[in-house]
């Protein structure tokens, strides 16, 4: 193998470790979310699944909102 195909082949290796990576941190996430009922976070791990990095994109923008006043949960309990 060439040297350009080495470099490609290791960015793919990169690339679906990233994705990979990037869907388990998501399902964790969505698991020990408390403010969702079980139908949502149904909804949500299957949507990281079938659409990978758009599932975990889509919860990054979508977790703030699920929070009361606009603060995370441990700065809310220092309020």
Do not use: K, Y
């Not at 994705?19 to 020990?32: A, H, P, T, Y």
Request: a negative charge.
């Amino acid at each position: 193998m060439e040297p350009w195909e080495w470099a490609l082949a290791a960015l793919g290796v990169l690339s679906g470790l990233f994705v990979c990576g990037s869907i388990v941190w998501g399902v964790f996430d969505v698991l020990r979310e408390n403010r969702l009922d079980q139908t949502s976070r149904i909804l949500w791990v299957l949507a990281m699944f079938i659409l990978p990095l758009f599932g975990v994109v889509a919860w990054l923008s979508a977790e703030p909102r699920l929070s009361t006043n606009g603060f995370p949960q441990h700065i809310r309990n220092t309020l």
